[in-house]
């Protein structure tokens, strides 16, 4: 993507986003809000989606896999990594929780609420590692997300649903390229 399609991106989803969690929600938390919008942004690059790699190089694809991998690691490293995997069952559980529902066994969780557990303790675990960096999102941003957690899932939701709708913009669509 060249940098006018990324801007252009990054002010529909901000402004979705907005939108959705202040009008419609009555969630009035800047950080919050600008961390979610930056969180769909981000996760539409593919690769960004499953960029965390083992100690091997193989990418890990799984929930499972990344609460291992992060149990090895320490420091920055660790909060990075458990950050990651709520942002990343954050997105599904948010963008597509349908895709989290197909479960052929009910007497057990569905991925959906496997999903949800894991989501919300990785952004607590997070919050409480201390970090070196001064980049790095605040743990009380971390703390509120994990808190929040269903209401950022169901805010998501509502975001999908605007753009789906077209909504969000005057031709209906999100051209990105």
């Not at 499953?50 to 193989?58: C, L, P």
């Amino acid at each position: 993507m060249n940098r006018k399609s990324d801007s252009a991106v990054h002010r529909y989803f901000a402004g979705l986003a907005e939108s959705t969690f202040q009008s419609h929600l009555g969630v009035v938390d800047p950080p919050l809000i600008d961390y979610l919008s930056d969180l769909l942004i981000r996760f539409v690059h593919n690769d960004v989606v499953h960029r965390v790699r083992g100690v091997s190089g193989k990418r890990l694809l799984s929930v499972p896999e990344m609460v291992i991998e992060a149990s090895h690691r320490l420091g920055d490293a660790k909060r990075e990594l458990h950050q990651h995997i709520g942002d990343f069952t954050l997105f599904w559980a948010g963008v597509y929780p349908e895709a989290l529902r197909q479960s052929d066994d009910t007497s057990h969780d569905s991925k959906f609420d496997i999903y949800r557990t894991f989501g919300k303790r990785a952004y607590l675990m997070a919050s409480e590692i201390e970090s070196g960096q001064d980049d790095i999102v605040p743990s009380g941003l971390l703390e509120r997300l994990s808190a929040q957690y269903d209401l950022c899932c169901y805010g998501l939701r509502e975001v999908r649903r605007v753009w789906e709708s077209g909504d969000g913009d005057d031709s209906g669509n999100l051209l990105i390229g």
